[in-house]
């Protein structure tokens, strides 16, 4: 994949803004981790480096710190890293504020942490990927937990990263198919953006949509090579993931790569926190998210006409359903409600639009399912330890964790009988 091409696609972008990306060097092929460190040397990436992962990365990355004689480096292997908490990146920073470069070796959470340190410390941040599981990559946020909740944080994006494809293709199954299931969620992302576009204005590059319709399509055109340990189908994905991870830089705003189904997502993972569950892998729930959204989304085509009003929100409702820790988070969020910019009458006359965007920008829910289970990604809730009732209520409450327009946030606006719209 040719960065520089991409970003020379996009110059003077009709949308008016100046697309870039901090990513300059990116890498995907067979046998890469025996070149880790020919290729952070012909980076540029400075020789001190600070290297973080965990003993699962470690294991499958055999060889890697034989590449990096050239380098000084000082190693930490953490467990099985599952969450990413902002007291480990401020870890990271500490124990690395002697070194100019940190290099993260595996995915997920490990990355996470150390973007975060990499950006706070300003030190130059590479990543060695080991499984092709989110679209995090390439992202410059990071999610990080404090008192059980998530919050993203703004960071830079990585200047190289490196992913043996062999690797990749290894990588457990279930961990392949949430990569799948993070980049569908790019479908409603989309519908959703072209709503806060709509109805209150906000910023929209329809050639960043492109970009990114592109790659959804490319993943979903390899759904049934996912669960085979097939390197070229790993290539595919991972370039997937990166480019939507370089979208959001691009947009400089989360919305070409997450909309209401990651809100959801997260959702479940704070309150399973709060609990001490495992919430599970972010693509996973990502995937699932999506399948429930765009159900619901769905339904709403029955609505040819809608008769709008202002959102009478119920804070007070809203706090039953989020641990009274995060209540400052919650107002935050709400206080000025942010739907108080959308005018209905806005609404009323965008909503043709709204439905053509529900009708061609997602695929049947019959056609998601189907690409789902070709790509072995979970459909059932109960096999992502989910009830229906708590599906319901994520629908219903998480767009309330963000201050962002979506769909699922202004469904209580539209005037229409919301029986059985959020059944799961
Ligand atoms: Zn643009
Ligand atoms: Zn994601």
Redesign the pocket.
């Known amino acids: 994949m040719d960065l520089q091409a991409i970003i020379k696609s996009?110059e003077n972008?009709?949308?008016?803004?100046y697309?870039a990306f901090d990513l300059k060097v990116y890498e995907a092929d067979r046998g890469l981790v025996h070149k880790v460190g020919d290729i952070l040397k012909q980076s540029s990436f400075p020789k001190k480096i600070y290297i973080v992962s965990d003993e699962n990365a470690m294991r499958v990355s055999e060889g890697i710190l034989d590449t990096l004689t050239d380098f000084e480096y000082e190693l930490k292997v953490y467990p099985d890293m599952r969450y990413a908490y902002l007291s480990t990146s401020r870890e990271i920073m500490e124990a690395a504020k002697d070194f100019d470069g940190i290099l993260s070796i595996g995915t997920g959470s490990v990355n996470d942490v150390c973007r975060y340190a990499a950006a706070q410390s300003n030190k130059a941040f590479a990543i060695f990927a080991t499984a092709p599981s989110m679209d995090g990559f390439a992202s410059d946020s990071a999610p990080l937990i404090e008192n059980n909740f998530k919050i993203s944080y703004p960071c830079r994006q990585p200047s190289v990263v490196i992913a043996d494809t062999d690797i990749l293709a290894a990588a457990p199954i279930e961990l392949k198919a949430a990569g799948f299931g993070d980049i569908l969620g790019k479908y409603v992302g989309i519908v959703d953006w072209k709503v806060a576009n709509y109805t209150v204005g906000e910023y929209y590059?329809?050639?960043?949509v492109s970009l990114v319709k592109k790659a959804v399509a490319d993943v979903v055109a390899m759904a049934d090579k996912i669960t085979a340990c097939d390197p070229e189908a790993a290539k595919s994905v991972m370039d997937s993931l990166i480019l939507t991870g370089c979208a959001m830089q691009?947009?400089k705003s989360t919305r070409p790569a997450s909309g209401s189904e990651h809100v959801v997502s997260h959702y479940w993972e704070i309150h399973k926190l709060e609990k001490g569950i495992w919430p599970d892998f972010h693509g996973k729930k990502v995937g699932i998210a999506t399948l429930l959204v765009v159900r619901l989304y769905k339904k709403l085509l029955a609505y040819k006409t809608i008769e709008p009003h202002a959102e009478a929100l119920d804070l007070e409702d809203v706090f039953k359903h989020y641990s009274p820790k995060n209540k400052d988070e919650i107002i935050g969020y709400n206080v000025p409600n942010p739907t108080d910019d959308i005018d209905p009458a806005v609404l009323k006359a965008r909503w043709s639009d709204i439905l053509d965007s529900i009708e061609n920008d997602l695929p049947t829910e019959e056609a998601l399912y189907n690409m789902m289970v070709a790509a072995g990604c979970t459909t059932e809730l109960a096999d992502a330890n989910l009830t229906r009732e708590f599906a319901e209520e994520a629908l219903i409450y998480s767009p309330f964790m963000r201050r962002r327009i979506t769909l699922l946030r202004i469904i209580s606006m539209l005037g229409i009988d919301t029986e059985g719209l959020y059944n799961c």
């Open positions: 996009l972008c009709p949308c008016g803004r697309h590059c329809e050639n960043i691009l947009a």
